[in-house]
């Protein structure tokens, strides 16, 4: 976040406009997203295949039924909140674009 901070102060003192500090904002929450909600979907597969693997009462029976509409709405309504809400949400000018933020 500081670092995407600090880029975004550049592009405001370099005179970039509001439209292009909300669109980088919102591409980079978008993408974010995008990328956990992959991660989250094949990363529960795996740890559910490696489970039922192993499980002696069903095995790989119980994944046969895949909640096609939640999945969806993880890998699509997550990246299109965070795109959203990254370009409600960035935007303004910076309070103060000539000093540099303490860390």
């Known amino acids: 976040r500081s670092e995407a901070a600090r880029d975004l102060r550049t592009l405001s003192a370099t005179g ?17 997203a995008f990328t956990g909600a992959v991660v989250g979907i ?3 597969y795996l740890a559910a295949i490696g489970f039922f693997r192993s499980n002696s ?6 994944l046969t039924s895949i909640p096609v509409t939640n999945l969806l709405v993880i890998l699509v309504g997550m ?5 959203v809400l ?14 540099q933020p303490l860390e």
């Open 16 to 32: 970039a406009g509001g439209s292009t500090r909300r669109a980088i904002t919102a591409t980079t929450a978008g993408a974010l």
């Open 42 to 44: 094949v990363g529960g």
């Open 57 to 62: 009462l069903d095995g790989l029976s119980s």
């Open 79 to 83: 990246p299109l909140a965070a795109t």
């Open 86 to 99: 990254g370009w409600l949400l960035a935007g303004r000018d910076p309070g103060g674009i000539a000093r």
